[in-house]
C-alpha cells in the first residue's frame, strides 16, 4: 500500500519504490517471483487511477520492473553460492580468527547494490528503446534512437537516486545486523577460549 501511495504522490519522475519492492521480494522472499507480483500488482492499482498509456510502450515499463525481480534473483543466487564456498569458521586455540560472516556480508551489500543499479539501467534502455521504436517523438533511425537515450537521462538519473535510497538502504541495514550477530558469536567464542587459556 504505501509502494503504491509514493507513486501517487507528487514525486520526481521515477523516483518510486516500484523496482524496489520486486528486488527485494526477490532477493529475500521465497518463492522469488513473487517479487514480479507485488510490482505488477503496485503498478496496476496505481496505473488505474494515473491512467493507462500505448501498450507496447506500458508493458516495456512492465517487462523492466519484471526485470528488477529477476535482477534480485541473480544477486541472490551469487551471494548464496559464495557462501556456501567460505563457511564460517572459528578458529582453534591460538589459532587465527575467520572473519568469513563479515566478508560474506560486504559482498552480500556490494553484489546487491551492483545489481539493482543494473535494474535502473535495464529499464532505463528497455523503456526508451520503447518509446523510440513504438512512438512518433523520435525518427525511427540511429540518431532517433540516441536521442530518445538523451532525454531519458534525466529520468534515468531519478530513479538510480531512487534504487539507491530504496534498494541499497535496506540492504546496507539488513546485512549490517547479520555480520553484527556472526560477531557476537565469533566474539563470544574467543571470550571462552581466552577464558579457559587464562585459567589454565
Not at 84 to 104: A, H, K, N, V, W
Not at 158 to 177: F, H, K, Q, T
Request: aromatic residues 12%.
Amino acid at each position: 500500500m504505501l509502494v503504491i501511495v509514493a507513486r501517487l504522490l507528487p514525486h520526481p519522475w521515477n523516483f518510486t519504490p516500484i523496482g524496489a519492492v520486486g528486488f527485494l521480494s526477490a532477493y529475500y522472499l521465497k518463492p522469488w517471483w513473487v517479487g514480479i507480483l507485488l510490482s505488477f500488482g503496485a503498478m496496476m492499482v496505481s496505473d488505474s487511477v494515473i491512467g493507462w498509456y500505448h501498450l507496447p510502450i506500458f508493458v516495456s515499463v512492465y517487462v523492466g520492473f519484471a526485470l528488477y525481480a529477476i535482477w534480485g534473483r541473480i544477486a541472490h543466487e551469487y551471494t548464496t553460492n559464495s557462501s556456501r564456498m567460505t563457511p564460517p569458521s572459528i578458529p582453534p586455540q591460538g589459532g587465527r580468527p575467520s572473519f568469513s560472516p563479515l566478508e560474506r556480508g560486504l559482498r552480500g551489500v556490494s553484489r546487491g547494490v551492483l545489481c539493482a543499479l543494473l535494474g535502473s539501467l535495464t529499464f532505463f534502455l528497455l523503456t526508451n528503446s520503447a518509446v523510440w521504436l513504438f512512438g512518433t517523438l523520435y525518427p525511427h533511425t540511429l540518431n532517433g534512437l540516441v536521442a530518445s537515450l538523451v532525454a531519458g537521462i534525466p529520468f534515468y538519473r531519478n530513479m538510480l537516486v531512487g534504487d539507491i535510497l530504496y534498494i541499497g538502504v535496506p540492504i546496507g541495514v539488513i546485512e549490517l545486523l547479520k555480520m553484527r550477530s556472526s560477531v557476537k558469536i565469533i566474539t563470544s567464542h574467543l571470550c571462552s577460549i581466552w577464558q579457559k587459556t587464562t585459567k589454565n
